[in-house]
């Protein structure tokens, strides 16, 4: 009885990466979206950080002023 090689089925590597950023442009797309609806509502951006950087600032500023 001869042995038959098997031949598997190859990876197609470009459909994979065309996927990956398919998918990759979908969510930038979908994050840029959320942004121009947060910016429509009146929504800050990053309201926390700019908090977090104002707070040390003045406390520096009046520590220096006495």
């Known amino acids: 009885m001869p042995v038959r090689d098997i031949v598997l089925a190859k990876p197609n590597y470009s ?3 065309r ?16 942004k121009l609806a ?8 990053s309201a926390p950080d700019e908090a977090d950087d ?6 520096d500023a009046t520590s220096t002023s006495n």
């Open 54 to 59: 104002d707070a040390p600032a003045d406390a």
């Open 38 to 45: 947060d910016k429509a509502a009146g929504l800050p951006e």
């Open 15 to 17: 459909f994979e990466k």
């Open 19 to 34: 996927q990956r950023d398919l998918e990759k442009k979908r969510k930038q797309e979908e994050k840029r979206l959320k």
